[in-house]
């Protein structure tokens, strides 16, 4: 999801303290990625694009000074960047008790997608988010009583997305265990579900990684992050291919996260759409859920 880059990115795992180490030394195993040096300042990084901190509390994904300079390009004799002297954002984390996750809790914007994936009182859906990516709308819909299995094959997303649910499940927050036991992370794409794992489905929601409206202005935090990860055509492109898989699958309804005025996925008009300021949700039905 930014412009296309020269190299894949490089990412490494950062433990923030002593304490840190053992769960970042196993980590780095697991995700077959190297470890930084502890201490490394992550505003003057020349070695990689992004870190994994690995803390005491729990996991956060931090652009370096490399990353936001464009890259490998940066060390190649080329101009960096416009922007690269700026100071770096804050890192990102998944957080299902922050203020910001406490405040949707009331927002329009939850409205929307819950009339767009068919929440009502009288039936607990059973939704795969497809693309789980940081798991807010998961953990909304889990909110609204849905149980959401959450898909995402990126590594290091799907570690910070067991994190958090981790940490919700132990916060002692009953408006937190509530939500995080209706949870469930498959570490995987999504059409690599077997058969029996989506017996029970009643929905697919499909939120793919909008793409930069314009290339020189600044995007979120979050996105910006993703951009550098995962890559902004491949995905993209892969938006298409998701869609008509979804749509292919034996249940009630597909939905589709889109910016307001984006062009329908893989060319496929919805059945209708529920849309609001900043968002829109295209909904392909084929049959009444029960």
Not at 89 to 117: K, Q, T, W, Y
Not at 253 to 278: E, I, N, Q, T
Request: charged content about 20%.
């Amino acid at each position: 999801m930014n412009a296309p880059r020269a190299a894949p990115a490089s990412l490494a795992l950062l433990p923030t303290c002593i304490d840190a180490v053992p769960v970042a030394t196993s980590l780095a195993r697991q995700l077959d990625l190297p470890l930084a040096a502890m201490g490394t300042n992550p505003a003057l990084c020349e070695e990689f694009d992004l870190l994994l901190l690995v803390s005491v509390p729990g996991l956060a994904l931090q652009l370096t000074r490399r990353g936001l300079a464009g890259g490998p390009a940066a060390g190649s004799g080329k101009a960096p960047r416009r922007g690269a002297s700026q100071a770096l954002p804050g890192p990102v984390r998944v957080d299902f008790g922050s203020d910001g996750m406490r405040h949707r809790r009331r927002s329009g914007h939850n409205e929307l997608l819950g009339r767009a994936i068919g929440v009502s009182a009288r039936r607990r859906l059973q939704v795969v988010d497809a693309t789980a990516g940081l798991g807010r709308d998961s953990f909304v819909l889990a909110d609204m009583g849905c149980k959401v299995m959450l898909c995402e094959r990126e590594p290091v997303i799907a570690a910070m997305l067991a994190q958090g649910l981790q940490a919700a499940l132990a916060s002692g927050d009953e408006w937190l265990l509530q939500a995080a036991r209706l949870m469930i992370l498959v570490a995987a794409d999504a059409r690599d579900l077997a058969p029996p794992q989506l017996a029970s489905t009643d929905v697919i929601y499909l939120d793919p990684m909008f793409p930069a409206r314009d290339k020189s202005a600044a995007v979120k935090k979050e996105m910006a992050l993703f951009h550098i990860l995962l890559g902004e055509d491949s995905a993209c492109r892969d938006a298409d291919d998701l869609l008509l898989w979804a749509i292919a699958q034996d249940i009630s309804r597909v939905v589709v996260k889109r910016p307001p005025r984006a062009p329908v996925l893989a060319g496929r008009k919805p059945s209708h759409s529920v849309a609001g300021k900043a968002v829109r949700f295209d909904v392909y039905v084929r049959r009444a859920l029960s």
